[in-house]
């Protein structure tokens, strides 16, 4: 009797999508639910590492050609008013800000300094916030993940109790594909869960260094334009 019970087992599939298709309507919702966030996730990962790379990429283009010595003038001259890196955008925030502060005379308006801290604030801010777009969306699935992946595997024993209930039999092929199909639930709620709190975790530090150094730029920038108003 055991022998044919194991191999009664032995020829019961259970791959992905075998388990898939048995799998109840709801359990099939729950992997479906974790194979996008699952999806999503990672096309986020990517793209934020592929964006994280270039930015420093750039920023550290830009300081190169910012500390090389070449007047302000001319360098915002050259990257234009409209400059494709953050740290560009950051600079030429505090250089419109600072000729816009020249009154015709050649003097300049009471508060300018305040007035070019605010502008490369304001640019840092809404870099910071590109940076961070989509980091939310990694912790979401980090944090809920499991748990839906949970509420699918105890969805899938219940209802493999039922069958095993209705059969009246409680043999490893009874009671097996059911077990598996419920168990998926929570495989895929930790495969999708895992590597988005690692990312989670690795992007935000990430973004807060390249954020700390437009915010250490923007300093400097400032110290000099500083040196210049008080000369």
């Known amino acids: 009797m055991e022998t044919e ?11 992905f999508w075998a388990l898939f298709a048995r799998a109840t309507l709801a359990n099939k919702l729950v992997l479906v639910i974790l194979v996008v966030a699952s999806i999503w996730a990672w096309a986020i990962i990517v793209q934020k590492l592929i964006d994280y790379r270039r930015a420093r990429a750039e920023a550290r283009a830009f300081e190169e050609a910012f500390w090389s010595g070449e007047p302000l003038d001319e360098l915002y001259e050259r990257i234009g008013e ?19 502060s020249h009154r015709d005379d050649g003097g300049l308006i009471p508060g300018a300094q305040a007035r070019i801290d605010r502008s490369m604030d304001v640019a840092i801010a809404k870099e910071s916030e590109s940076l961070t777009k989509g980091l939310p969306l990694l912790a979401t699935v980090g944090s809920t993940a499991p748990f839906i992946g949970l509420f699918g595997t105890v969805w899938g024993i219940m209802h493999a109790f ?3 209930a209705k059969a009246q039999n409680t043999n490893l092929a009874v009671v097996a594909p059911g077990i598996a ?24 530090a990430d973004s807060d260094r390249i954020v700390a150094g437009y915010e250490s730029f923007a300093d400097e920038f400032a110290t000099i334009l500083s040196r210049q108003l008080d000369s």
């Open 82 to 100: 409209v400059p494709a890196g953050a740290s560009e955008r950051v600079f030429a925030s505090g250089m419109i800000e600072w000729r816009r």
């Open 162 to 164: 039922m069958e095993i």
């Open 181 to 204: 199909e419920a168990l998926l639930a929570t495989g895929l709620g930790l495969l999708a869960a895992i590597p988005a709190v690692i990312f989670y975790n690795k992007l935000s």
């Open 5 to 15: 019970t194991l191999a009664m087992a032995q020829e019961i599939d259970f791959s």
